[in-house]
């Protein structure tokens, strides 16, 4: 029994050991970035050591287990840690840089054969939709996918992970649509959240208007009635 709970804690251990490798490899491309973050550098190093430990921890285990001697307080101890108390820190850590790096343009655009239309899009220096004029000018200096895709407070970030989750899963069971549609209509909230009171959309009078005011934070009236498509993809 705890042989088979330890062959199962080093399959997921060894999962997240290539987790924290790709986040600790990709780690020369960040640095030149001065918009790096240390915190989310340093745990990738953190994972990948512990996610090693407990693996040696658990090689080990399994080698006193086939020996009779995973007895006393050594052998409840070396259990405990390698099945229980390093995997789920292991685990917990890995979920949290997972979530952190699924924040990345980089991530969105992995699913190339969903999301490679948009991001290419996005990033076209010369093009006309809302993402690359957003994108060329950096009005949002990073995560831009995930920016203006997310809707604003805690509910907001927790909507966007359970929606993305979905989407990995209709992605590697090929399932998922070509061109990727939205799961609703794009919500006048994602673009007032940033926009609503700034100078520039403040001068527009149409939008200082009592009733435009009203309709478009109502969303009876979308902001796409008057602006250009968020992407110019068909």
């Known amino acids: 029994m705890d042989g088979a709970k330890s062959h199962t804690t080093a399959g997921a251990t060894a999962a997240l050991v290539s987790v924290a490798g790709s986040a600790v490899a990709g780690e020369a491309g960040v640095a030149a970035n001065f918009q790096y973050d240390p915190v989310e550098v340093w745990a990738g190093r953190i994972l990948a050591g512990v996610a090693l430990f407990t693996l040696g921890v658990i090689c080990y285990t399994l080698f006193r287990a086939s020996?009779?001697?995973?007895?006393?307080?050594?052998?409840?101890?070396?259990?405990l840690s390698g099945v229980v108390l390093l995997p789920s820190f292991s685990v917990g850590t890995g979920m949290l840089l997972v979530f952190a790096r699924a924040e990345n343009v980089e991530f969105c655009g992995s699913c190339h054969r969903a999301m490679g239309d948009f991001v290419t899009d996005m990033e076209d220096t010369d093009g006309a939709g809302l993402a690359a004029i957003h994108y060329v000018n950096q009005y949002i200096p990073n995560h831009q996918c995930y920016?203006?895709?997310?809707?604003?407070?805690?509910?907001?970030?927790?909507?966007?992970?359970?929606?993305?989750?979905g989407q990995v899963l209709r992605y590697y069971s090929n399932s998922f649509e070509h061109p990727a549609s939205m799961w609703r209509p794009y919500p006048n909230a994602?673009?007032?959240?940033?926009?609503?009171?700034?100078?520039?959309?403040?001068?527009?009078?149409?939008?200082?208007?009592?009733?435009?005011?009203?309709?478009?934070?109502?969303?009876?009236?979308?902001?796409?009635?008057?602006?250009?498509?968020?992407?110019?993809?068909?």
């Open 67 to 79: 020996k009779g001697r995973l007895t006393g307080p050594t052998g409840k101890a070396l259990l």
């Open 190 to 234: 994602d673009c007032l959240k940033c926009h609503a009171r700034s100078r520039r959309w403040l001068a527009e009078p149409a939008h200082t208007d009592d009733t435009m005011k009203d309709d478009l934070f109502g969303d009876r009236i979308s902001c796409m009635e008057c602006h250009e498509p968020g992407h110019e993809v068909i």
């Open 147 to 165: 920016q203006c895709h997310t809707s604003y407070g805690l509910f907001g970030t927790m909507e966007a992970k359970i929606h993305g989750v």
